[in-house]
Structures are given as structure tokens and as C-alpha cells.
């Protein structure tokens, strides 16, 4: 358990909308990161964090922002949110010791009605 | 660019059967790699992992060898438990994840 929380872990809202999604941990790891899993494409990263006020975009980063203003937060906003964004969000801290492994969180269910 | 290519499911396979699923990645050199289990209403778990050419990674009975001349890394468990019924991810260090294989096991 490296101490990673989401939240809300379910959420519903409708077109248009602006929704946050919460992704908190406990341990002060430096690389965090979104993730959205649908069936047929595993997970695919939409943007990580190398640090406070540093982050980039990965591969579905299209309609997404995030941001990082303590090393504890990592923020994942959709400013309008779309049918297409209705998927489970997963949270990942990396702990880059010779360990190379991801933790992940309990995921976030959002659905844009 | 790297991908991971993984072996469509969903599995379905009797109790104490032997299980195999493919992984296959394309990468730019040799990048660790990773198996992750994802059961019901959780996030990913490390399975194990391997982090250089002819490495196994083992856990829990899985098993996984970095094969490079294949570029394989299939995951094998030599007898299933109703208990391994999961969705099983395989992954490249730079957070590239296959789409998932869903394993049900039957008493």
C-alpha cells in the first residue's frame, strides 16, 4: 500500500460540465500520474508529474488539464465534460527507486450522462 | 514507439488447469518489463516483473521470462486457482500497457 487516494470514486455528471478528479498520496513520491481504462485499450496515460508545477501530456491528453501545487496532489480536470471521457480513472505514483514499480489507486468511475 | 501487444480474452479455464498468456512488446532497447493483476473493483497490482534480457520474474506461482529474441514476456502459471480470476495487464517501464486479459477460473 504506498498511501494513494482518489476521490470521488464515483461520480455522474452531465455534458458540458466541469468535473476535478482528486488524487492524493501520503509518501512524497516525486512521479505521479492519470490514467483512463475502457475496455479493449488497457490504461492509457493521459498526463503525469515529475514534480510541483511540473507536469506533461501523454498519449489521450485531448480535453484533460491537470495541475500540481503539492507534492501530495495531483488534480485531473475535464473543463467539459464529454460522453466520450465516461471511463475509470486511475491515479499511479512511481516510485523510481531500483524498485521500478507503479502503485496504483482504487480508481475513480466517472460517468458524463 | 514502444507498444505492448497483448493476448486478446477473455480466458475462461477449469481449476488446476496451466495457464499462458501472451505478451509481445516493440521497444527501443530494453526496457524493464512488468505484469500487473487487476481484481474486481480495484486498481492494478504488481505481479512481477523483469528488468533485463533472460531475467524471470516469478510471484505467487507466475511466472514471466524476458525474452528478447522473441521479444516476448508471457505470463504462465502451471496450476490455476478460482482465486487468480482477475484481469491481467502486461506493461513497459515507460507506462505502456497492453489492453488487458480477463482470466476466469472455474471450480
Known amino acids: 500500500d504506498a498511501g494513494i487516494t482518489q476521490s470521488p470514486r464515483h461520480k455522474v455528471t452531465e455534458t458540458g460540465t466541469p468535473v476535478t478528479l482528486r488524487c492524493h498520496q501520503t509518501?512524497?513520491?516525486?512521479?505521479m500520474y492519470w490514467y483512463r481504462q475502457d475496455p479493449g485499450h488497457g490504461l492509457r496515460l493521459i498526463h503525469y508529474?515529475?514534480?510541483?508545477?511540473?507536469?506533461d501530456k501523454g498519449e489521450v491528453s485531448d480535453g484533460y488539464s491537470v495541475s500540481r501545487s503539492k507534492t501530495e496532489d495531483f488534480l485531473l480536470t475535464l473543463e467539459s465534460a464529454t460522453s466520450s471521457q465516461t471511463s475509470v480513472y486511475f491515479c499511479?505514483?512511481?516510485?523510481?527507486?531500483?524498485?521500478?514499480?507503479?502503485?496504483f489507486g482504487p480508481g475513480t468511475r466517472l460517468t458524463v450522462l | 514507439g514502444n507498444s505492448v501487444t497483448q493476448m486478446e480474452g477473455p480466458v475462461t479455464l477449469s481449476e488446476e488447469a496451466f495457464l499462458t498468456i501472451n505478451c509481445t512488446y516493440t521497444?527501443?532497447?530494453?526496457?524493464?518489463l512488468f505484469w500487473y493483476v487487476q481484481y474486481p473493483g480495484e486498481g492494478l497490482q504488481l505481479l512481477l516483473k523483469?528488468?533485463?534480457?533472460?531475467d524471470k520474474g516469478s510471484n505467487k506461482g507466475f511466472e514471466a521470462t524476458y525474452r528478447k529474441e522473441t521479444t516476448s514476456f508471457h505470463l504462465e502459471k502451471g496450476s490455476v486457482q478460482v482465486s487468480d480470476s482477475a484481469v491481467y495487464f502486461c506493461?513497459?517501464?515507460?507506462?505502456?500497457f497492453g489492453a488487458g486479459t480477463r482470466l476466469t477460473v472455474k471450480p
Open positions: 508529474s515529475y514534480g510541483v508545477k511540473d507536469t
Open positions: 499511479a505514483i512511481f516510485t523510481g527507486t531500483y524498485e521500478d514499480t507503479q502503485y
Open positions: 521497444a527501443t532497447g530494453y526496457p524493464s
Open positions: 523483469a528488468t533485463k534480457a533472460d
Open positions: 506493461a513497459l517501464l515507460d507506462m505502456r
Open positions: 509518501e512524497n513520491h516525486r512521479y
